[in-house]
């Protein structure tokens, strides 16, 4: 006996064409995809702006760090004159003493540009007076800052955000940037 190619009891013919809830069921994948997709860039996006908030917030601490070196560094010259540093290695040694004095453990690197070259606000002389970001992109932050950053408010580029020596205000005049 031969088996034929008709209908048996409880069996679906698998060659028809395709029907409208088969369609149906493509247009919502479709549509499914294209929503996960939105989701997944708004989460990119909100993600992107977390990460530059942290970026933010560490240039304002490792700025500040450079600050009290610098003011440390000005208080611990001799002769009662206020001297600044030449070169950022002079905050990890300071060279003024025959005893090893550090203000800074290591040179920070600028988070937001990931390098370990700052932009420095020169003196006269040359020495260091400040350092700055060298990054050009505009910050998120342009509000609320602490006092000791407060001359960072409305800013438009991270490379405006100074860290200036507090003793710098009593009388050198820098020569380069702010």
């Known amino acids: 006996m031969r088996m034929s190619y008709k209908k048996y009891a409880g069996m679906k013919d698998i060659h028809r064409a395709p029907s409208a809830v088969a369609g149906f ?3 919502a994948l479709l549509i499914f995809i294209a929503i996960i997709g939105v989701v997944l860039a708004s989460a990119g996006e909100v993600w992107h702006m977390a990460v530059q908030r942290e970026k933010e917030r560490e240039l304002l601490f490792v700025g500040d760090q450079f600050r009290r ?3 440390q560094y000005s208080r611990h010259a001799s002769g009662g004159s206020a001297r600044y540093p030449v070169s950022l290695e002079d905050l990890l040694k300071d060279p003024r003493t025959p005893a090893t004095q550090r203000y800074l453990r290591k040179i920070y690197r600028d988070p937001i540009t990931g390098s370990s070259e700052w932009g420095l606000v020169k003196g006269p002389s040359g020495e260091i007076l400040g350092v700055y970001s ?4 505009e910050p998120i932050k342009k509000r609320n800052f602490r006092l000791a950053d407060s001359s960072f408010e409305d800013k438009m580029k991270y490379s405006d955000w100074v860290f200036m020596s507090k003793t710098v205000r009593f009388g050198i005049k820098p020569v380069t940037k702010p």
């Not at 060298?134 to 992109?137: A, G, I, N, Q, R």
């Open 25 to 27: 069921t493509y247009i």
């Open 134 to 137: 060298l990054s050009e992109d």
């Open 69 to 71: 070196a610098l003011n």
